[in-house]
């Protein structure tokens, strides 16, 4: 079908656009007037007035008809671009998504495309600036600087990094460089260049031996390029994944394709662009948050005409626009980034498989822990699976055991079994790392006396004690209040700090082991731009022994040294309200575990738990995920929840505590109307934390056997949902295939 469309009578004609504002339709204007002499195509973006603000849209279709009266018709204010920002392959695709998703098409559109080109930005392609060594700059040795420790390592990094590093680059790994630079510049040792945005990677490492495992998998991908096929990638921590997608990846920019890689947010670290920019010779997009909007714009237009060979990105690099799709890879595909959790909530995993689908290339889903429902997919025959199931090179895997903490005496969360291993490993020149997924330093301030507990004034939570801020913080809506330091009903002095925290387990550390470093890693101690790195940096180099963080550090990192892990509470995930908690428990005892004994030196995992008994620790114990998850998919099979049935959740929540109840119990009588086979509808009910940042939440579960029957039961009641004067009283959306049902 050819996207070209002649100019024809423009009285008669009418643009369909996608605009982005929260109702589920489109709208028609007249075809602007430069419409007679000009041709248009589909998928570009045009300006329109919309109410009284000017908003910018893409052409979804040229019409003859419309049911708009004609006294209300606009014409469109300008065509903006002569190439459509979407060609024809991801316009499907995104209206795909709307009718999947059941969002307004409009904000669907909006979301692929980065945000220069929503605000109007010309496609044209610029250089952006780089820095790099002079020949001058490559003579002298960092070292020989002696004292400017600054310069050292900003030389440094820009001889490992011949193509050159960004800005952006910069600010992430470097604090405060731009008067470093500036001196470098003076002694005539860097200079900027302005050319293609995209780094050319050169292969300076060489690959290493593959063991038969990887040459197995990379061969199997490599047999069938040229159609559809989804592989689930099942690999231990450590077992080389990494080097069979590098791998199927040169293979493809041989052949002249594009490779799609998806990463998990905190996956995209510099370690990894460092390692794909040493083993593979071409250029590379990079997609992600970091990049400031310029950046990101470039990236994007350079993969859209081509010049990209791989692009790299986290969730929302999904939808780049692919001049010679070759093949989609997703790393760590459990991860739950890749499932948008506002506004639009679109599953990149999901859509990676039809986008692939759809392009009749092959995808790869990768992970040492696969979600149920890839394992379920590749149960089912419809995924092939490749199985890497020993680490590569020479590391072993570390031994996993539980530490039954019912009634030990525990020193700060810690048991005295915990203590004296941590003291052992640290004694043999190893670091340790200890995970707790709760950051601050208490979870509860409690008065003694009266029994007062410190509450957020706008969430049903308690407030976070964050000592080293002298903050209460709540961590749901980020209210933050000094710290009292008497009771505020009583007055009395007596405040007891229940529970613990990272910030207090590394207190207790550092008064426990003097003689050690302690460094701590979560969203608080690397919330400022290049933290992480530099912390990331202190581990590496063995400045610091004893690693204590949240799971931000539980994934991707390698860290050679590492020989213990220990995880301080595992009990979170056992019984919990969430059908996916015991799933995600597992998944993180692994890849926490996965830390451990990544070279020679043998790991070891310790596990904290009051419930030893718990039977499905007994297979995480052996790494055994596969009987782990055959397990959790029987439960789910025997439930009948996810794979096994499919799931929306309809939410609403309003300043009131009635509206969004009224507002769900309505939705539901309008979707009972509608039911068209198997059915379940549960609730409305109030959400589990009911009010949150000052709203009251509710929500209505929808389960149907048949995705068909749930995809035509939201296709004929949503636009009823939605005009509903009930739904003006509260926001609301709805998720497809929730992953999060609190
Ligand atoms: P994963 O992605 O599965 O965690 P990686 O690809 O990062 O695994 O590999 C883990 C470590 O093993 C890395 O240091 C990598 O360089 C190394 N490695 C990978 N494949 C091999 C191999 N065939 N022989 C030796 N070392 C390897
Ligand atoms: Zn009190
Ligand atoms: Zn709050």
Redesign the pocket.
């Known amino acids: 079908m050819s996207l070209y469309l002649k100019p024809s009578n423009v009285m008669n004609t009418y643009f369909r656009i996608a605009i982005p504002t929260p109702l589920r339709r489109h709208f028609d204007y007249l075809a602007p007037t430069s419409f007679a002499t000009e041709k248009v195509q589909l998928g570009v973006r045009v300006r329109v007035s919309f109410g009284r603000q000017t908003l910018i849209g893409i052409l979804l279709d040229i019409v003859q008809e419309t049911d708009v009266p004609a006294e209300k018709l606009k014409p469109v204010m300008e065509v903006l671009d002569e190439q459509p920002v979407f060609d024809s392959e991801l316009l499907q695709l995104l209206r795909w998504c709307a009718q999947y998703y059941h969002h307004p098409i409009g904000e669907v559109m909006q979301n692929a495309l980065p945000v220069k080109l929503r605000q109007g930005a010309t496609t044209h392609i610029k250089g952006i600036k780089r820095w790099q060594l002079t020949a001058e700059g490559e003579k002298v040795e960092p070292q020989s600087l002696k004292r400017a420790a600054k310069q050292i390592a900003l030389l440094s990094d820009l001889k490992k990094t011949p193509s050159g590093l960004f800005d952006s680059q910069l600010n992430e790994s470097h604090v405060g460089w731009r008067p470093v630079m500036k001196r470098l510049q003076e002694k005539g040792w860097v200079t900027t260049i302005e050319e293609n945005a995209l780094p050319v990677a050169q292969a300076i490492n060489t690959a290493?031996?593959?063991?038969h495992y990887?040459q197995q998998a990379i061969d199997r991908v490599n047999q069938k390029l040229d159609q559809f096929n989804a592989y689930m990638l099942e690999?231990v921590?450590?077992?080389?994944?990494?080097?069979v997608y590098l791998q199927i990846i040169e293979n493809m920019i041989r052949q002249g394709k594009q490779a799609l890689v998806l990463v998990p947010e905190i996956g995209l670290t510099p370690q990894l662009l460092d390692r794909f920019m040493k083993r593979l010779n071409g250029r590379i997009a990079i997609m992600h948050s970091g990049l400031n909007d310029e950046e990101r714009l470039q990236a994007w237009l350079n993969t859209r005409v081509g010049l990209a060979d791989v692009i790299i990105g986290t969730r929302s690099a999904v939808f780049s626009p692919l001049l010679r799709p070759g093949i989609i890879i997703i790393d760590e595909e459990h991860d739950l980034s890749f499932k948008q959790q506002d506004g639009f909530r679109y599953s990149a995993r999901d859509l990676a498989v039809k986008r692939a689908r759809d392009l009749n290339i092959p995808i790869v889903l990768g992970s040492?822990t696969p979600s149920l429902e890839t394992l379920h997919n590749a149960f089912q025959g419809r995924y092939e699976t490749l199985l890497?199931p020993e680490r590569?090179?020479n590391a072993e895997p570390p031994a996993i055991h539980l530490l039954d903490v019912r009634s030990q005496k525990m020193e700060h969360g810690l048991s005295a079994q915990l203590l004296h291993k941590i003291k052992e490993h640290l004694e043999r020149d190893s670091q340790v790392l200890l995970f707790l997924n709760r950051r601050g330093f208490a979870p509860v301030l409690m008065c003694h006396e009266c029994g007062w507990h410190a509450l957020c004034p706008r969430c049903d939570a308690h407030m976070t004690l964050h000592q080293k801020s002298s903050r209460l913080r709540c961590h749901h809506c980020g209210t933050e209040q000094y710290l009292p330091s008497v009771c505020p009903q009583c007055e009395s002095k007596d405040l007891l700090q229940m529970g613990f925290g990272t910030e207090r387990i590394e207190q207790a550390l550092t008064e426990l082991f003097p003689q050690f470093q302690v460094i701590r890693i979560d969203r608080d101690s690397t919330r400022r731009k290049g933290s992480m790195q530099k912390l990331l940096n202190e581990i590496n180099n063995g400045k610091k022994q004893i690693l204590i963080g949240t799971q931000m550090l539980a994934k991707g990192h390698?860290f050679p040294n590492v020989t213990l892990v220990g995880m301080l509470n595992a009990d979170h995930g056992l019984y919990s309200a969430d059908f996916r908690a015991s799933e995600r428990m597992g998944q993180l005892i692994l890849q926490v575990a996965g830390r451990a004994g990544?070279e020679e030196k043998k790991g070891e995992v310790l596990i904290q738990t009051h419930h030893p008994e718990y039977p499905l620790f007994k297979p995480l114990l052996k790494h055994d995920y596969s009987a782990f998850a055959k397990a959790l998919i029987e439960e789910r099979q025997q439930t009948e929840l996810p794979p096994f049935s499919h799931l929306a959740l309809l939410r609403a929540e309003a300043v009131d505590q009635q509206s969004p109840m009224i507002f769900l119990e309505q939705a539901r009588l309008l979707l009972e109307q509608h039911i068209q086979g198997e059915v379940i509808l549960m609730g409305p009910f109030p959400a589990l934390m009911e009010r949150r940042a000052g709203r009251y939440r509710a929500q209505l579960l929808v389960q149907a056997n048949s995705r068909a029957v749930l995809q035509g039961l939201f296709a004929s009641s949503i636009t009823q949902i939605e005009n509903h004067k009930t739904a003006k009283k509260v926001r609301w959306s709805i998720d497809i295939d929730p992953l999060d049902l609190l």
């Open positions: 290493p031996l593959l063991n990887q690999g921590t450590g077992s080389g994944k990494t080097e040492a890497l590569a090179g390698h990544r």
